[in-house]
């Protein structure tokens, strides 16, 4: 049986956008909302797959044990509710990379892994980055926390706990 996901954007959808490399503990403030919006999609039966571009490690801003300690900060203030995280971490200055969003491969590799039901997922992203690759996967899409318009965007909320209430409807 096919499984129903909620795909998540890390920075400006779980943790507070700084306009910077998010990669310190200290740095990371997860978006009030986020941790009852997740508990909400995982009593649902909803996967909770994040799918986060971290090209700071390829620029070597960062390192991969760096964003390992913030993912692992994430997983505990999150309870341990996130299923997965896809990250690519490479920039366009520095190479080529089909996993990189607006590309679908950290989509594809996820979908494969876990058996998704494209039509019975969603993504929740905050630049059209983020939508580009879904709706290219058949995978419906939440454009958060922005005024901007988009072609991709299926729905538009506030933040995820909003979008929750779309998504379950």
């Excluded at 943790?15 to 941790?35: H, S």
């Excluded at 299923?83 to 989509?107: E, V």
């Excluded at 019975?120 to 995978?139: F, N, R, V």
Aim: proline share 3%; with cysteine; charged share 30%.
């Amino acid at each position: 049986m096919a499984a129903k996901c909620v795909f998540l954007d890390r920075d400006g959808v779980i943790n507070r956008e700084r306009g910077d490399y998010t990669y310190k503990v200290q740095d990371f403030e997860i978006i009030k909302g986020v941790y009852e919006a997740i508990k909400v999609l995982k009593n649902l039966n909803y996967l909770i797959i994040v799918i986060t571009n971290q090209a700071g490690i390829s620029r070597q801003i960062f390192t991969r044990q760096d964003m390992e300690i913030c993912h692992r900060y994430m997983h505990k203030k999150l309870d341990y509710m996130i299923d997965d995280i896809f990250y690519c971490p490479y920039h366009p200055d520095q190479t080529a990379s089909l996993c990189r969003k607006p590309d679908s491969l950290m989509f594809e590799r996820a979908i494969a892994k876990y058996h998704i039901d494209h039509s019975a997922s969603w993504m929740a992203g905050d630049k059209e980055w983020d939508l580009i690759p879904a709706k290219k996967t058949g995978i419906k899409t939440i454009f958060i926390n922005t005024d901007k318009e988009s072609d991709y965007a299926d729905y538009y909320a506030p933040d995820l706990i909003t979008a929750v209430n779309e998504i379950i409807k």
